[in-house]
């Protein structure tokens, strides 16, 4: 049920004034290899046909994200070429000349208003706070500063340099479409956002449980289980017919040209390794470093011969394929299944007993983290996959906010490594002290009456809740509770 | 919240902003042979830490008085040591004697760059903390927006973090002093003066207030009891502390001398550059720096603004209560940098040091400076973040009534009536009038090139237009000062 907005919206407008002047003072910070790629993208789709788009080879970083993004970069290559049009050129690998820069930075904080249109429209969907005259205790501005002024979206978007604001901007939009019961935009938001950037796979069982369950299922019995009899075909059609067209859409082109396997051998490169060159801190970090360990006393126990063992070293930095000397080798389909395993309880659970919406973010939320914790090769930056839609739960309720604050708290700081230059070592450290200061005040300050509309207070009344938890790693503890009946 | 919680968020936004602005150009950077500002600071550096003090202010063979020499007093020489023994530690080759000219390094630019952010942690950023948290008035909400406006201001972030210098120190310094009258520690507060004078000599245009002040407040508690004790023990707190500051250079007279010429460089003439002053301006009409003698000069300026200081220091002296001290500050300052000798476009800074609402003329009358140091960029960013939160977080534009202006007594002395226009819209155009010239201003400044008969018009229009707003300013809070009732002495405005 989608609440009143507190008053005017003047604090959000200042809000977001206040950040993008950040982002604009940015402009001239430290940057990436991720810079070059999305230039040489630019540069892929503006000079070549479409036919060459995913055999390019010229640069090291080829196109490897859905069709829909090479479209993007091709409708933002016609306005860069006022900006500079030697950056469009395939050939000119690392150029940067200032205009560049300009062009690519502003292109991000543009299409950021894309986050920003999301965000308002979930601080529509929270329900507000008991005292709605102070609008800076209210969870809807607590969740505006959290979403707006998010510390990892801020440094990964505007000073390591990638596109999460608009890609995020799409999925929070989907989400809060389906807080507002429009079920079949939130669908299509989400194919659209599959086929921008495929790393939202993550938490597409979520997206179909949910759907097939609380959508196409219409009414439920009266002790909440299954009525098969009640399943609508048309909304299954219609889901069917939305998502079938925009993959259509997207992949369309590519199976005409019978390119599918060279497209789907880029977005799907198996060959890249177990763990990214700098390692996210997930289960098989874990695993490694136990292997190395492993290996290590083995040496000196005198139990394994050093010849033996493989060469490669796991720590190199350099992205390849390596098999583990101690433990079992991994291979993707063990993380795979890893992954379904570490994601079916909640799967189950908004299957068996479904909760809303908020049932739904919250298994989004366990599909993301479980996928980054047993991926195939996970980049750190997932993590925000899981802190942006905690979020939303964590306005309201007080178990979520604890939750929430260790999990955006650590996963932050995982993200330390990216910046590695002097002159961004004070900016980093600062920001992220801001966000920490401001989410612990005003979590705090928002639970500290129980002005939250009484959700999630622990176990329900019944008795009924099952507690799991994740699993217990380095850089944080994660449970999930099964959520109390709400309306969707 | 929290206000601990809401001043250390405006702190870090602070924060923010300035290394944000550190990662731009700096003055000079680059420009061979002389370069700028950045690389003063060095060369101070390199100077205090090879050199015996007694050199350090004069023309030798290892100290080149034309190439950036010392022109602030001692307090600036000593932190530049201090600054130059930290190099030291880091990477001796930054001041190397002679041979450490004009070295620029991404490590060396994150060094002094530190520097400056440590003296505002330090010094700068406690005062403006204490300052609006303990001494402002309103709510807390109002506190920690001028808090938040004022860590803010653009014009001492681009001065300092983008082109270069240290005004922070100095500007802190000041504000304890006021910190500290405002709050009873008369000593402490004369004490922090005194080191900001001694830092830089700009402050100079602070300290005609503090002196009529302390004073009128002496002369207050009677002049045979109560305040002659009060009057010497400030005396000589104000009398060690210099002799302390200036301790190498007391022992020759020559030496006392030399620092006081390099100090005020009277030969240099009445102005520099383009500055947003009365004498710049008029050189537009009257060519009056090659028309008088330079004695003629010093005279014409040290008179007029004496002058222009003379109401305002009367008033005080007459009625020393802080919220005049406050007012003389703004007008003291206002009248030294219209008619004084050999203002800098910089000095413009300690104009805002103790009222918020800086004009936009204020951000305006620097461009110039800060086009040459390419900080176009910043400079648009936090000009338009500060306009609009500023009007945001206070409405500036809504208290625009007579009352709220404290015109009140002036109108009913003058009888005067604003009759076809009513004074809140009066204010609001003047406002909306300021705002979009500036805008014009830098933008053709930016974009447009002069036509080559006046090849100086942009920053000759600038300093121009700024110069007659700080005239209407200067009106403006003197009249206010002078026809201030007792009875409206409790309501103060932040």
């Known amino acids: 049920m989608a609440a009143p907005r507190d008053g005017t919206l003047s604090w959000f407008l200042a809000l977001t004034l206040g950040v993008s002047l950040i982002k604009f003072l940015l402009i001239k910070a430290y940057h990436s290899t991720d810079f070059e790629v999305h230039r040489n993208w630019l540069a892929i789709t503006h000079s070549l046909p479409v036919s060459k788009w995913y055999f390019e080879e010229t640069s090291e970083w080829t196109l490897d994200y859905p069709p829909f993004f090479a479209w993007f970069e091709y409708g933002l290559s016609h306005i860069a070429k006022y900006f500079d049009e030697e950056m469009l050129v ?10 560049t820069i300009l062009f690519q930075r502003l292109s991000v904080i543009f299409t950021d208003l894309v986050f920003v249109y999301a965000v308002k429209e979930c601080c529509k969907c929270v329900q507000g706070g008991k005292r709605p005259r102070d609008i800076l205790g209210s969870p809807s501005f607590v969740l505006a500063v959290l979403l707006l002024w998010n510390f990892g979206l801020l440094i990964v978007d505007h000073i390591h340099f990638q596109y999460n604001g608009f890609l995020f901007g799409v999925f929070l939009l989907s989400v809060a479409r389906h807080f507002q019961g429009r079920h079949l935009e939130g669908a299509f938001l989400f194919a659209v956002l599959l086929n921008l950037k495929h790393i939202y796979l993550y938490i597409a069982p979520a997206y179909g449980i949910y759907l097939l369950r609380s959508f196409c299922l219409i009414q439920d019995n009266s002790d909440g289980s299954l009525k098969w009899r009640n399943f609508s075909f048309i909304r299954l059609a219609a889901l069917g017919i939305i998502v079938c067209s925009v993959f259509a859409l997207s992949f369309g082109p590519f199976l005409a040209l019978d390119q599918l396997p060279q497209v789907l051998s880029r977005l799907f490169p198996f060959k890249r390794g177990l763990c990214h060159a700098y390692w996210a801190p997930n289960f098989w970090a874990l695993y490694n470093a136990a292997d190395k360990a492993l290996s290590v006393l083995g040496i000196k126990l005198k139990l394994l011969d050093v010849a033996k063992l493989p060469k490669a070293s796991m720590t190199g930095g350099l992205v390849q394929e390596f098999q583990h000397s101690v433990l079992p080798s991994v291979s993707p389909l063990i993380t795979l299944i890893c992954t379904l ?7 189950f659970s908004i299957w068996h007993r479904p909760c809303g919406a908020r049932g739904f973010l919250r298994c989004c939320v366990i599909c993301a983290l479980g996928s980054f914790l047993f991926g195939w090769h996970v980049h750190e930056k997932a993590i925000l996959m899981a802190i942006l839609p905690l979020s939303i739960l964590a306005v309201e309720s007080k178990d979520d906010a604890g939750v929430f604050l260790i999990l955006a708290t650590t996963g932050h700081l995982s993200l330390f490594p990216l910046l590695f230059t002097t002159p961004e070592f004070p900016i980093k450290i600062l920001l992220m002290l801001l966000f920490t200061l401001y989410s612990f005040t005003s979590l705090k300050r928002l639970f500290r009456h129980g002005v939250a509309a009484g959700r999630g207070q622990g176990s329900s009344p019944a008795g009924d809740s099952e507690q799991e938890f994740g699993v217990v790693r380095l850089h944080g503890l994660v449970h999930s509770h099964d959520p109390q009946r709400y309306e969707p | 919240m929290e206000t601990w919680a809401v001043a250390s968020i405006c702190v870090l936004l602070g924060l923010t902003a300035r290394w944000t602005v550190s990662l731009n150009s700096y003055s000079g950077a680059s420009k061979a042979p002389m370069f700028g500002d950045y690389e003063a600071q060095r060369h101070w550096q390199e100077v205090t830490f090879n050199l015996p003090v007694r050199q350090w202010y004069f023309n030798t063979t290892d100290n080149d008085l034309k190439y950036w020499g010392l022109d602030y007093p001692p307090l600036t020489a000593f932190h530049s040591l201090l600054c130059a023994h930290i190099a030291n530690l880091i990477n001796p080759d930054w001041i190397e004697l002679h041979k450490s000219r004009g070295y620029e390094s991404p490590a060396h630019k994150f060094f002094m760059r530190a520097t400056v952010i440590f003296a505002d942690v330090l010094i700068y950023i406690p005062a403006v903390v204490v300052y609006c948290l303990y001494l402002a008035q309103g709510s807390s909400k109002t506190k920690s927006s001028a808090l938040l406006c004022i860590l803010l201001y653009p014009g001492l972030i681009l001065i300092d973090n983008g082109h270069f210098q240290y005004n922070s120190v100095s500007l802190g310094l000041a504000l304890w002093g006021v910190l500290g009258l405002g709050c009873g520690h008369d000593l402490l507060g004369s004490l922090a003066f005194t080191l900001a004078l001694s830092y830089k000599q700009m402050e100079l245009y602070h300290a005609l207030p503090f002196f009529w002040y302390l004073l009128g407040k002496c002369g207050k508690l009677g002049l045979t009891g109560k305040g002659l004790i009060l009057l010497v023990k400030i005396s000589l707190t104000v009398l060690v502390s210099f002799a302390l500051c200036w301790l190498p250079f007391l022992f020759d007279p020559q030496q006392t001398l030399q620092v006081i010429h390099r100090l005020f460089p009277m030969a240099r003439g009445l102005f520099e550059d383009k500055v947003a002053n009365v004498w710049c301006s008029l050189n537009i009409l009257v060519k009056i720096k090659t028309l008088l003698s330079v004695d003629t000069q010093i005279y014409l300026s040290f008179g007029t603004t004496l002058l222009a200081v003379l109401p305002s220091s009367i008033k005080l002296l007459m009625k020393p209560t802080f919220w005049q001290f406050r007012l003389a500050l703004m007008n003291s300052s206002l009248a030294f940098f219209l ?6 476009e910089k000095s413009i800074l300690l104009l805002m040091s103790v009222i918020l609402s800086a004009p936009p003329f204020v951000l305006l009358s620097m461009l110039p400076l800060l086009l040459k140091d390419n900080l176009f960029q910043p400079y ?16 500036a534009v809504d208290r625009s009534s007579v009352d709220d202006l404290r015109l009140g007594p002036c109108c009913r002395l003058t009888g ?69 009732s007792p009875r409206s002495d409790k309501k103060k405005i932040n």
Not at chain 1, 90 to 99: M, R
Not at chain 2, 434 to 444: D, E, N, P, W, Y
């Open chain 1, 90 to 99: 395939v050939q000119n690998l690392t150029y940067a000349s200032p205009a």
């Open chain 2, 380 to 395: 648009i960013i936090t000009s338009l973040g500060f306009i609009v939160f500023s009007l945001y977080l206070f409405s």
């Open chain 1, 341 to 347: 395993i570490s994601v079916s309880p909640a799967l």
């Open chain 2, 339 to 344: 008619f004084s000798f050999q203002v800098h």
């Open chain 2, 416 to 484: 005067t009536n604003f009759l076809w226009f009513s004074f809140s819209t009066v204010v609001k155009l003047q406002f909306a009038l300021s705002v979009l010239t500036m805008a014009g201003l830098s933008f053709m400044s930016a974009a447009l090139e002069p036509p080559a008969k006046l090849p100086d018009l942009f920053p000759v229009l600038v300093s121009a237009c700024a110069c007659v707003h700080f005239l209407g300013f200067l009106l403006y809070f003197n009249l206010v000062q002078l026809t201030e």
